[in-house]
């Protein structure tokens, strides 16, 4: 029996994919998913250098996290599936098992990280909390209680509890309302902005999605 090359196999073509977005559909037999994936890679990639262009590192960035790193994690989840169909289908896979509201609960986890090396690198920094700068031990509160929440909703979203949703609301009601008495105080201000109407994007999506947060089977 003809032993089939790694790069053939569903993990082989599944590892190819993380690397090179499209390349593991090709190897696997399937060109024609493997040449659109591939092409929407490379306009997602001129994507980003125009957006550094015009807003600098930090809004390539953004920009990365919030369109591509979605999308590169889609086309390796197909590339995984045993028989990848189009993406239309893998799309449905994708909401009808609740993976994306995990994959928001990974991208939690990927801002909590961010969140900590943001603020061991600037011990001095204090954030902005109702018109406020709190600073001692009402700083460190304030600072602290960002990864804390962005922990706690990760592990959530990943597993689907029920409570993740109420402690998300809680977080994304407490940055709404912060964000807006800081414009009330501040005025306008660009990271301010980005973020409020992200975070109020991401709560709208996350009520639309909010019965996988009742359902079991991210558990059986």
Known sequence: MERIPFYRTRHGGTFISGLIPGLGLWFRGYP????????????????????????????SIF??????????????FQTSLPSPTGMKDTW?????????????????????I???YIILANPQYSLHVFCTRPTGVLGAIAKIQSPTFHVAIGYGFLG???WALLVYLVYAGY????????????????????????????TIYVLIRRQCFSSNSARS
């Open 32 to 59: 024609n998913q493997g040449l659109v994936t591939f092409c929407i890679g490379s306009i997602l990639g001129t994507a980003i250098w125009g957006v550094g262009l015009w807003g600098g590192p930090g809004a």
């Open 63 to 76: 920009f990365a996290m919030l369109f591509v790193l979605p999308w590169w994690v889609f086309q390796i």
């Open 92 to 112: 449905n896979i994708v909401w009808e098992k609740g993976h994306d509201i995990q994959y928001l609960g990974g991208l939690f986890f990927l801002a909590a």
């Open 114 to 116: 961010m969140d900590t």
């Open 160 to 162: 689907r509890r029920r």
């Open 175 to 202: 940055g709404l309302m912060n964000a807006t008495a800081n414009f009330a105080c501040e005025g306008y201000g660009r990271i301010r902005t980005v973020f409020f109407f992200t975070l109020l994007a991401f």
